[in-house]
């Protein structure tokens, strides 16, 4: 979808107050992240409120999420192409927790 890729990654205090929760912190999501040879940059995402200053400031032609949050981002479609993708079926970061015995 187009020539770099940069991901914008919850810190665990936004996370906090999305009240979610992650098996591993913001550095070690991170250091995952940038271990995978697509990804160009990783930057912290501390409020919804910074998205447009993030898409202006990386020069995004396209925000890319899930598709469980289908129509939340329209808003940014001002700004750049919003293109919602299908999770992985089968796949539920809510079961790796449970059977991991994390909250």
């Not at 205090?13 to 040879?37: D, M, T």
């Not at 700004?79 to 994390?102: F, M």
């Amino acid at each position: 979808m187009g020539d770099r890729l940069v991901v914008g990654l919850s810190t665990d205090e936004f996370n906090q107050g999305k009240h979610k929760s992650s098996l591993l912190n913001y550095e070690n999501r991170k250091a995952v992240l940038e271990s995978i040879r697509y990804v160009d940059e990783v930057f912290p995402e501390n409020s919804w409120e910074q998205m447009v200053d993030d898409i202006q400031r990386y020069g995004a032609s396209v925000f890319v999420m899930g598709d469980d949050w289908e129509g939340k981002f329209d808003f940014l479609s001002e700004y750049c192409e919003v293109v919602y993708l299908a999770r992985t079926e089968s796949i539920s970061s809510t079961e790796i927790k449970r059977s991991l015995g994390a909250s």
